[in-house]
């Protein structure tokens, strides 16, 4: 038996939705608690899936953890030795396993990590987390699938240059550089706010990190860091996928817990599409927010993603949904992934024009989808499927729901709550007659 999610649509969401801390930040502040033994505690924490097999990744590693998903906060023991190896069965749940390189090669001075899955160190996909941690003095090998590295003498702080903004390398080579002895530069960072997250809860450990939200960050080492508590800042990815929903199903969507300071490009083109974006300030950050009012039917829009302040690729699909019921032909450049493109292929089932050409897709909006069968292949995929289900005329099913709950959290209830018809439903896998 597999679950999938059944949506009766259309639909026009109405009410307030609450949004936590970032999975993008969480897993990393998470990992970066190895890198001071005693207890550090991150709370916001959203009840997502991959909360939990980070908790399972750091509780092999000899942390101990107590994590409470309905209060949202997640303590852990770290050791004075933690164990150094991330194993493979852990790893290709969650790519973000790699965020556990730099702590514990800047810590322990070894790291052995299973590559994810269609990674190769030396090609696309790691190689600069490969090459920033050589120029700290570590030597990286690939053996038998794991990422092996080893720096006998420590780390020694390093000018490194980043060919691209990578989150996730930028994020390992600051937490391996925040124990190297001397300074290190890296110039060309990521300057997401999970980015600015994490370096601020490392300076709260008594880490020395200049530049933070700049391209260029200054770390000076320091012999050792202390434990932490720490709030993760809110998901703008989830924040904005509300806010996309409410943008299609001509909604009134309130969202709560995301300001829209880290939400820039995005609330221009909500405007752009016709929808009524106005912010919610409160001293609180988790009631801080935005309220969306969608227009009668969106205009199309044209949105080239980009590394932070620009657009998000995480929110490419629901800019794919909106351009499908848009008045008009609307555009979206993919410049961050290449074959991010399986989620159109679902959406063209429930009747969305949309021609791909490159790292273009072009989408001719129609007057309205008709529900189908579709299946998730990733979280963002899979969110966007179940927005364009809302919109979409009859039943829509979303098959592979796995992936969206890594990322959003108790999403059918909240999509209850916010007037959706959609349940979880049990269905019997088919039986292949051999
Ligand atoms: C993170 C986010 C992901 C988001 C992405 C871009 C997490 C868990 N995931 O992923 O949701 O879509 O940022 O905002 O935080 N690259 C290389 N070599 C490297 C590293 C990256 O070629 O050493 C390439 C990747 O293949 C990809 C691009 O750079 O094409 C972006 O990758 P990166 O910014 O590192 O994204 P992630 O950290 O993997």
């Not at 970032?22 to 505690?41: E, Y």
């Not at 009134?252 to 009524?276: C, F, H, M, W, Y």
């Amino acid at each position: 038996m597999s679950q999938v999610f059944v949506i009766e649509g259309p639909t026009s969401l109405q009410g307030e939705v609450t949004v936590r801390g970032a999975k993008n930040s969480v897993l990393k502040l998470m990992a970066a608690t190895l890198l001071a033994p005693g207890v550090s505690t991150v709370s916001n924490v959203p009840d997502i899936a991959d909360v939990r097999i980070m908790c399972e990744l750091l509780s092999r590693l000899g942390c101990g953890i107590d994590y409470d998903a309905a209060g949202g906060t997640v303590r852990i023991d770290v050791p004075a030795a933690p164990g150094t190896t991330a194993d493979y069965e852990l790893v290709r749940l969650m790519r973000a396993s790699i965020s556990v390189l730099g702590p514990l090669v800047g810590r322990m001075h070894a790291a052995e990590v299973a590559v994810p899955g269609g990674d190769a160190i030396g090609s696309r996909g790691l190689d600069m987390h490969q090459r920033g941690l050589e120029q700290l003095g570590a030597q990286v090998s690939l053996d038998h699938g794991y990422f092996v590295a080893r720096a006998p003498r420590g780390l020694t702080g390093a000018d490194i240059a980043l060919p691209f903004p990578s989150v996730g390398a930028t994020e390992n080579l600051v937490m391996a550089a925040v124990l190297a002895d001397g300074v290190t530069t890296i110039e060309n960072v990521a300057k997401e706010p999970e980015i600015v997250d994490i370096c601020t809860m490392l300076v709260e450990m008594g880490a020395r990190i200049e530049g933070i939200g700049s391209s260029r960050l200054v770390v000076t080492g320091v012999p050792e860091l202390h434990p932490v508590a720490h709030r993760c800042v809110g998901d703008r990815i989830v924040a904005g996928t509300w806010a996309f929903a409410s943008a299609v199903t001509a909604g009134d969507v309130t969202v709560r817990g995301v300001g829209l300071d880290i939400l820039p490009n995005v609330v221009d083109k909500l405007l752009e599409s016709g929808a009524q974006v106005t912010a919610i300030e409160d001293e609180d950050p988790a009631r801080a927010g935005f309220r969306v009012v969608g227009p009668a039917r969106p205009q199309p829009i044209r949105v080239s993603t980009l590394p932070y302040p620009g657009f998000p690729t995480d929110l490419q699909p629901f800019v794919i949904a909106l351009n499908a019921c848009a008045d008009g032909v609307g555009l979206l450049t993919e410049n961050l992934f290449e074959a991010r493109w399986r989620f159109v292929n679902e959406l063209s089932r429930l009747g969305a024009q949309v021609s791909i050409d490159g790292n273009h897709a072009l989408v001719t909006g129609v007057d309205s989808l008709s529900g189908a069968e579709v299946e998730a292949s990733d979280i963002r995929a899979g969110a966007g499927l179940v927005v364009a289900g809302l919109i979409a005329t009859g039943t829509t099913e979303v098959s592979g729901i796995d992936h969206i709950e890594r990322g959003y959290e108790h999403f059918v209830e909240k999509l209850t709550g916010l007037g959706a018809t959609i349940s979880r439903v049990e269905k019997p896998d088919p039986v292949i007659l051999r």
